[in-house]
């Protein structure tokens, strides 16, 4: 990610070719997911916070009243709560892994100087980048994976084998989508003790009117309105499509997919403008 002139140290990285930075990128990947699996506060937000939210919700809202099984209303039909809250909260995980955490390490890290160190070595901003990026796609598929068995043996939550494809790819541009959104975030972020604060006062309001803590049919329909603007609810939907036991198709949601798209877009072009490489506190 590129800076201003006068808040980027220059290096020799800006001419990296692109199998280069390809190649550094790999390179730095390992690094970033050793440093992941040795940070708690990842490994918790990441994984901990999201088996815990399934257990909880799943609990209390996917029993049975009256003999018979809560179910929610979904595209094609109804399907069990319990079923519903897998892909919500596997949306929880993928924002807390690509957003929450990202966010907080990066604010720690720039302010620590550790960016403007890694800035100043020959290693492309793009590959710094990326690796981490990579990162936070191969640890939001293992931890889908993870919720996905639980589901499965726990709830039932049977995944269709057709639609399979696209719940990987849906995410995999999650996470990547919410990288972006970290990016940007993390630009008008000043202090390392506000990142935490600011990215949970954020995103906690989001996640009960997108469908993530509550079943979007139940939500009144103006809030339902608001949380269309957002990115969260539209990733909701799309992993819900994949997952949807009544989907007939490939699984694909095309328009909540642009949507995200556009919202990483909209913010790495933001974060190309704001991100700096140098402490911001006083």
Not at 43 to 69: E, M, Q
Request: proline residues 5%.
């Amino acid at each position: 990610m590129t800076t201003t002139t006068s808040n980027a140290p220059t290096g020799s990285a800006g001419g990296a070719s692109v199998g280069s930075t390809v190649s550094l990128t790999l390179h730095q990947f390992p690094y970033d997911l050793r440093s992941w699996f040795r940070n708690r506060q990842s490994r918790f937000f990441t994984v901990i916070l999201p088996i815990t939210f399934l257990v909880i919700l799943a609990g209390v809202f996917g029993g049975s009243t009256n003999g018979k099984v809560n179910q929610v209303d979904v595209a094609g039909g109804k399907i069990d709560t319990s079923v519903y809250y897998v892909p919500g909260i596997i949306t929880l995980g993928i924002i807390a892994n690509s957003l929450v955490n990202l966010v907080i390490s990066v604010t720690a890290q720039r302010e620590s100087g550790v960016l403007k160190r890694r800035r100043a070595t020959p290693v492309p901003a793009a590959a710094v980048i990326a690796g981490r990026a990579l990162t936070s796609v191969v640890t939001s598929l293992v931890m889908s994976a993870i919720l996905l068995v639980l589901g499965w043996i726990f709830y039932h939550a049977h995944l269709p084998a057709s639609t399979a494809p696209a719940l990987v790819i849906t995410i995999i541009l999650g996470s990547l989508a919410f990288c972006c959104l970290g990016y940007a975030l993390a630009s008008v972020i000043t202090d390392e003790d506000a990142a935490q604060p600011v990215v949970q006062a954020v995103m906690l309001p989001l996640y009960f009117i997108s469908g993530v803590l509550i079943p979007s049919s139940t939500l009144p329909t103006w809030l339902s309105d608001i949380a269309n603007v957002f990115p969260v609810k539209h990733l909701v939907e799309a992993l819900l499509a994949a997952y949807n036991p009544n989907n007939t198709t490939a699984g694909f949601a095309g328009t909540d997919l642009l949507i995200v798209a556009a919202w990483a877009v909209a913010a790495l072009a933001f974060a190309l403008r704001r991100f700096s490489w140098l402490p911001k506190g006083g």
